[in-house]
């Protein structure tokens, strides 16, 4: 099954707007990783997080890495039309080591 | 463009057939992995090679198999295909071999359709 949690599963956001996606396991986890997938393409690498508590920007986006290592964000500021896609969050499994995807977080962007 | 090439893209076929789903990773990567993406489940991890070898199982049917041959190209086969195996299959390369540290890069995915 599922060894991440993520949550939303959709969201509408007003373009302009802020939002956050999240992403919790059940273990503790040694990395997490996250990736955007746009309609019709294919999961693109976005910021791996290792550390506990760690926190990346890339510009508009935030990444950060809870002080258990059990959950994850993604914050995204003043939300563009390109913003659209579904972010997904990985961990390793811990049966197979190998990253496993939560559902994913689709994102609307409302103009 | 992630570097990694997928063929076909789009492939129909019948209840009980077979095909195969051919992956080149980037130049430089000898491990390849496979996903499968459905809406229901998500993207499901089936199994990784690297340099040959197969290094990871995952969620893989026993009519699925895989390998990869010396040039690093990835073949996944499927095989009695049924309904439910219709799905976008993913390939991705990767430098490292093992556990989950490093990027994935995906190709573009195969999608199947089983009608």
């Known amino acids: 099954g599922q060894q991440v949690m993520q949550i939303p599963q959709y969201q509408h956001v007003q373009e302009g707007e802020d939002f956050t996606t999240y992403c919790n396991s059940s273990t503790t986890l040694s990395n997490i990783q996250w990736y955007k997938q746009r309609p019709g393409g294919h999961p693109v690498f976005l910021i791996q997080?290792?550390?506990?508590?760690e926190v990346k920007k890339q510009k508009r986006l935030t990444f950060q890495f809870g002080e258990a290592k059990k959950n994850s964000s993604l914050h995204i500021t003043a939300t563009q039309t390109t913003d659209v896609g579904t972010y997904f969050c990985?961990?390793?499994?811990?049966?197979?080591?190998?990253?496993?995807f939560g559902k994913g977080n689709q994102v609307v962007v409302i103009p | 463009d992630s570097g990694v090439t997928q063929t076909p893209k789009h492939l129909i076929t019948a209840t009980g057939q077979r095909v195969t789903l051919r992956c080149s990773p980037r130049?430089?990567?000898?491990?390849v992995y496979w996903y499968q993406q459905s809406l229901d489940q998500g993207l499901q991890f089936l199994i990784q090679?690297?340099?040959?070898?197969?290094?990871a199982k995952g969620n893989i049917l026993e009519r699925f198999s895989a390998q990869q041959f010396p040039d690093l190209h990835s073949e996944l086969n499927l095989s009695s295909l049924e309904l439910g195996d219709s799905a976008l299959y993913f390939c991705a390369s990767s430098v490292e071999g093992g556990g989950t540290t490093g990027e994935l890069f995906f190709g573009e995915g195969s999608r199947l359709t089983v009608l």
């Open positions: 997080l290792v550390k506990s508590g």
């Open positions: 990985a961990g390793p499994h811990s049966g197979n080591n190998r990253l496993a």
């Open positions: 130049s430089g990567d000898l491990s």
């Open positions: 090679y690297y340099n040959g070898e197969e290094r």
